[in-house]
């Protein structure tokens, strides 16, 4: 199994959730990129002398108000934060269910079969974003999931969310079950939060660097301009960049997600260790294989928990 790739493990319903949610990240991000130029450009032309700098101001502001309409009425934000906390819970019950982590473990503790078990919890993630507004492809699976029988009503039939993959990896022993694992899913995911923290954290600094600098820039041009170096009202426009810039960074949240980032990225560097050491011929392999990869899946979700979280809240914050 060592050709086992994340992407061929994950079933439809992740990549429907995902696709959805990275359009509502596309669309949000260039609605709020061209409100804060447009408002940039208003402020600009607004501080020229003469009529046609003065329509070209008001263009400008007209052109902001219908993007804050669109984004109002499109609400964006909505789908790319409900799509990815949909696509992050599937992930992590695919997860569960190929390695046989949780209540994975054969046989599964509360239901008398692992596939059942998995529809039991795809129901509920379905049951919170199924029904929503901002995600309507996922009703179709929704109304899939109800026509399978299953197990339990004596059919053979597999479960329509269940992959191949992830089937082939179940059956495996657990020595495959965790190499596919850390490769895939625990090193992968780190590597991608310790790429995340460190872009966070560089752009975080040049927002920083950009707050102290325009002002400075500000000060240096209302001294130039009370000795009459020049006429054009430059402050105003100088204060709309630095506010600009200050609206963007809190729109990404860049210094807490380089922190977030990084703790992830740490948790999930020790729950490697503790699972590379791991004795897979030892009695009691298998129950501990299903706690220590339930406590990294659990490290992942709670990352994408309290962004999630500080992203709603955020959202509440800044008037569309």
């Given at each position: 199994?060592?050709?086992?790739?994340?992407?061929?493990?994950?079933?439809?319903l992740?990549?429907t959730?995902?696709?959805?949610?990275?359009?509502?990240?596309?669309r949000?991000?260039?609605?709020?990129?061209?409100?804060?130029?447009?408002?940039?450009?208003?402020?600009?032309?607004?501080?020229?002398?003469?009529?046609?700098?003065?329509?070209?101001?008001?263009?400008?502001?007209?052109?902001?108000?219908?993007?804050?309409?669109?984004?109002?009425?499109?609400?964006?934000?909505?789908?790319?934060?409900?799509?990815?906390?949909?696509?992050?819970?599937?992930?992590?019950?695919?997860?569960?269910?190929?390695v046989?982590?949780?209540?994975?473990?054969?046989?599964?503790?509360?239901?008398?079969?692992?596939?059942?078990?998995?529809?039991?919890?795809?129901?509920g993630?379905?049951?919170?974003?199924?029904?929503?507004?901002?995600?309507?492809?996922?009703?179709?699976?929704?109304?899939?999931?109800?026509?399978?029988?299953?197990?339990?009503?004596?059919?053979?039939?597999?479960?329509?969310?269940?992959?191949e993959?992830?089937?082939?990896?179940?059956?495996?022993?657990l020595?495959?079950?965790?190499?596919?694992?850390?490769?895939?899913?625990?090193?992968?995911?780190?590597?991608?939060?310790?790429?995340?923290?460190?872009?966070?954290?560089?752009?975080?600094?040049?927002?920083?660097?950009?707050?102290?600098?325009?002002?400075?820039?500000?000060?240096?041009?209302?001294?130039?301009?009370?000795?009459?170096?020049?006429?054009?009202?430059?402050l105003?426009?100088?204060?709309?960049?630095?506010?600009?810039?200050?609206a963007?960074?809190?729109?990404?949240?860049?210094?807490?997600?380089?922190?977030?980032?990084?703790?992830?990225?740490?948790?999930?560097?020790?729950?490697?260790?503790?699972?590379?050491?791991?004795?897979?011929?030892?009695?009691?392999?298998?129950?501990?294989?299903?706690?220590?990869?339930?406590?990294?899946?659990?490290?992942?979700?709670r990352?994408?928990?309290?962004?999630?979280?500080?992203?709603e809240?955020?959202?509440?914050?800044v008037?569309?």
């Open positions: 199994m060592g050709w086992v790739r994340e992407d061929e493990l994950l079933p439809e992740f990549w959730a995902d696709s959805s949610s990275l359009q509502g990240q596309r949000s991000i260039a609605l709020s990129r061209w409100e804060l130029l447009l408002l940039v450009a208003a402020a600009a032309a607004g501080s020229a002398d003469g009529n046609v700098w003065a329509w070209v101001a008001a263009f400008a502001y007209l052109c902001t108000v219908g993007l804050a309409a669109v984004t109002s009425r499109q609400n964006p934000q909505g789908l790319w934060y409900e799509g990815r906390a949909a696509a992050e819970s599937v992930k992590t019950l695919s997860w569960k269910y190929a046989r982590a949780d209540a994975y473990q054969p046989p599964p503790k509360t239901l008398p079969d692992a596939e059942r078990l998995y529809d039991v919890q795809l129901g993630i379905l049951g919170q974003f199924g029904t929503s507004r901002a995600i309507p492809q996922l009703n179709r699976v929704q109304d899939e999931l109800r026509s399978w029988q299953g197990p339990l009503a004596g059919r053979p039939a597999h479960h329509p969310q269940i992959t993959t992830m089937r082939q990896l179940r059956d495996q022993p020595a495959v079950r965790r190499d596919v694992y850390l490769r895939e899913r625990v090193r992968t995911q780190r590597e991608w939060y310790r790429n995340k923290a460190r872009h966070c954290a560089n752009a975080s600094r040049w927002a920083s660097l950009l707050g102290i600098a325009l002002p400075l820039l500000g000060l240096a041009l209302a001294v130039m301009r009370a000795l009459d170096y020049f006429s054009y009202d430059a105003g426009t100088v204060s709309a960049v630095a506010a600009s810039i200050s963007w960074a809190q729109l990404r949240q860049y210094r807490p997600q380089a922190a977030a980032y990084s703790l992830a990225a740490s948790e999930l560097a020790v729950i490697d260790v503790q699972l590379g050491q791991l004795e897979v011929e030892s009695t009691d392999a298998e129950e501990t294989w299903a706690r220590l990869a339930r406590d990294a899946e659990d490290a992942i979700s990352e994408h928990t309290t962004w999630q979280a500080r992203r809240v955020r959202s509440l914050d008037p569309s």
